[in-house]
């Protein structure tokens, strides 16, 4: 595998990611695929992902401070959710600081690998993370066609905020996935209709303007999940406030790389 292909971007402005905030809860069961509206206090048992997801998040050498998250995060649902498995290839855009950078890592193996743009310098101290790779802004990574996992979590707002275009970078992330892999996009949501209004003040976005700007690049929206919905936020007030950071409403999407028309089936 090649970690040097550059992909034509315009990434110098994909600094941001910090916009990235502590959300979970505690380890509920996995819904199947066809079961995505289990509600956020949803009693504790074991998750249906089990394995590697599970033990990636009970792995002894995970920081305290990435384990305080997991009540707001839900990692065992989101990860499942997006079929994350031992021996994947994974892209991580815009990982701060590292969360699921680690869970990732650990729950792919060592037989899979994970690609991290802007992750923390400190996550992967000592090589305590042997199978993440740090890629630059615009760059492919993998070889084209061998991603089975692209994903993003609270950055889409930034993008749109710092007006960085996303047509260039939803084609890079096309040009990564093979057919039949999932774009992963999880942000804050933004009052129903408000587009983009709210994404340098609130830092929220409008979940309809998500869509539409990754299907019009050509992916097809396979499922959503509520796992991370908080009926109880407005989306009126900021993410960072001392009563709502962990617990704003949040979208959950799960985008696949389609099959060239005249192809045999994928699945």
Same mark, same amino acid.
């Given at each position: 595998?090649?970690?040097?292909?550059?992909?034509?971007?315009?990434?110098?402005?994909?600094?941001?990611?910090?916009?990235?905030?502590?959300?979970?809860?505690?380890?509920?069961?996995?819904?199947?695929?066809?079961?995505?509206? @289990? *509600?956020?206090?949803?009693?504790?048992?074991?998750?249906?992902?089990? %394995?590697?997801?599970? $033990?990636? +998040?009970? &792995? #002894?050498?995970?920081?305290?401070?990435?384990?305080?998250?997991?009540?707001?995060?839900?990692?065992?649902?989101?990860?499942?959710?997006?079929?994350?498995?031992?021996?994947?290839?994974?892209?991580?855009?815009?990982?701060?600081?590292?969360?699921?950078?680690?869970?990732?890592?650990?729950?792919?193996?060592?037989?899979?690998?994970?690609?991290?743009?802007?992750?923390?310098?400190?996550?992967?101290?000592?090589?305590?993370?042997?199978?993440?790779?740090?890629?630059?802004?615009?760059?492919?990574?993998?070889?084209?066609?061998?991603?089975?996992?692209?994903?993003?979590?609270?950055?889409?707002?930034?993008?749109?905020?710092?007006?960085?275009?996303? @047509? *260039?970078?939803?084609?890079?992330?096309?040009?990564?996935?093979?057919? %039949?892999?999932?774009? $992963?996009? +999880?942000? &804050? #949501?933004?009052?129903?209709?408000?587009?983009?209004?709210?994404?340098?003040?609130?830092?929220?976005?409008?979940?309809?303007?998500?869509?539409?700007?990754?299907?019009?690049?050509?992916?097809?929206?396979?499922?959503?999940?509520?796992?991370?919905?908080?009926?109880?936020?407005?989306?009126?007030?900021?993410?960072?406030?001392?009563?709502?950071?962990?617990?704003?409403?949040?979208?959950?999407?799960?985008?696949?790389?389609?099959?060239?028309?005249?192809?045999?089936?994928?699945?």
């Amino acid at each position: 595998m090649k970690h040097g292909v550059r992909f034509i971007g315009i990434f110098a402005l994909l600094w941001l990611a910090a916009c990235a905030e502590p959300e979970t809860t505690t380890a509920p069961q996995a819904p199947a695929a066809e079961d995505i509206s @289990e *509600p956020a206090d949803a009693p504790p048992v074991a998750p249906q992902s089990g %394995g590697a997801v599970q $033990a990636a +998040i009970s &792995h #002894a050498d995970r920081p305290d401070e990435d384990k305080a998250r997991d009540n707001d995060r839900r990692p065992d649902l989101v990860l499942a959710f997006y079929g994350a498995g031992p021996g994947m290839t994974v892209v991580e855009y815009i990982a701060g600081g590292g969360y699921y950078t680690e869970l990732l890592s650990r729950t792919v193996g060592e037989d899979g690998h994970v690609f991290a743009t802007r992750v923390a310098e400190e996550r992967l101290e000592g090589d305590r993370l042997s199978n993440v790779t740090t890629i630059e802004d615009g760059e492919l990574g993998v070889e084209a066609g061998g991603a089975d996992l692209v994903f993003t979590a609270l950055n889409y707002h930034d993008l749109v905020n710092r007006e960085v275009p996303r @047509e *260039p970078l939803l084609q890079l992330m096309m040009n990564q996935l093979r057919v %039949g892999g999932t774009l $992963a996009i +999880i942000d &804050h #949501a933004a009052e129903d209709g408000s587009g983009s209004r709210d994404v340098g003040t609130l830092h929220r976005i409008d979940e309809q303007l998500v869509k539409d700007e990754v299907l019009a690049a050509g992916f097809e929206l396979a499922q959503e999940s509520d796992v991370l919905r908080h009926a109880e936020d407005d989306r009126t007030q900021g993410v960072f406030g001392d009563d709502i950071r962990g617990k704003t409403d949040r979208f959950v999407l799960m985008f696949r790389k389609p099959q060239p028309e005249g192809t045999p089936n994928w699945q």
